[in-house]
């Protein structure tokens, strides 16, 4: 790393995590950036937003459901959303303070009723149904750069950043093919640096990390990568991060970056990337 990492206090370490029961397939995002999906039906889970909140002050979250597979009209119902008074799908947003002695990692319980955001029914059949949310974070200790000075890709010719973005990605894949771990790795510092950041990692954690990504790496992807043909270009973080992504099926969203082995099955590595400001070359920014 060029910088240290820094070290917060306990009570400094601040998490903003997105609680949600649902049996509606979903996407999660956060200021225009795509943290989170499910296309099973059927699920509770939380997910964990500081890699993506760069700092203090309001923030949109916004969650898009899609139809159930079970749903012949490929259409959401309102009773897909809520059923009746005592069965309906719930989004909550919650702050926590991190404590790894804590069975789940955090300290103390959620409290549910003050950290709701209100899920609502849509008035009829719909093809998709989306709320949006502003969200207030205080706390944080940290401000981290991450694409904040990054370049609006949506007002670039489409057909020349797509070829540019290809030709990033296959250099991705083939340093995965080849074996050569390392130098993709060094090409993920900065998003590995901020995470950790996010994440309040010490630096033991992040060396013993890096370790092991190596070695994830090195056995699942090497001679195991797949081509990159099945892909389409997407902008978020409204038009400053870039991913290529599977456009469809039971892969969709997932990153074009994928591995695919007799021993260890699919895998996809997900990489987002942006430029500064008048620069041509890309920078991995998050996964």
């Not at 970056?257 to 021993?263: E, F, G, H, N, P």
């Amino acid at each position: 790393m060029e910088d240290k990492l820094p070290q917060y206090p306990k009570d400094k370490q601040i998490s903003y995590i997105v609680h949600l029961n649902s049996k509606t397939p979903f996407e999660l995002y956060l200021d225009d950036n795509l943290v989170d999906w499910e296309w099973r039906s059927g699920f509770n889970k939380s997910v964990e937003l500081n890699p993506f909140l760069l700092n203090n002050g309001t923030h949109i979250l916004k969650i898009r459901f899609s139809p159930p597979e079970s749903n012949e009209d490929k259409l959401i119902h309102p009773t897909d959303i809520i059923a009746d008074k005592n069965v309906k799908w719930n989004l909550y947003f919650v702050k926590l303070k991190k404590d790894d002695a804590g069975p789940l990692g955090y300290e103390g319980k959620i409290d549910y009723p003050s950290s709701e955001l209100p899920i609502i029914a849509p008035p009829a059949n719909v093809p998709v149904w989306e709320q949006e949310f502003k969200v207030e974070v205080a706390g944080l200790p940290y401000k981290l750069k991450g694409w904040s000075d990054g370049e609006d890709l949506s007002k670039l010719d489409q057909k020349v950043l797509e070829k540019e973005a290809f030709t990033y990605f296959n250099n991705l894949r083939n340093l995965l093919n080849d074996g050569k771990v390392k130098e993709f790795m060094a090409l993920n510092k900065t998003n590995d640096f901020e995470t950790s950041v996010s994440n309040y990692d010490n630096q033991e954690q992040y060396d013993e990390d890096y370790r092991e990504n190596v070695e994830l790496l090195t056995k699942k992807c090497k001679g195991n990568m797949q081509s990159i043909d099945n892909y389409v270009m997407k902008l978020y973080g409204h038009g400053k991060i870039l991913r290529l992504e599977i456009p469809q099926g039971k892969y969709k969203h997932w990153s074009a970056l994928m591995s695919d082995s007799k021993k260890y099955g699919k895998s996809s590595w997900g990489i987002m990337v942006y430029r500064h400001k008048g620069s041509k070359d890309f920078v991995i920014i998050r996964k």
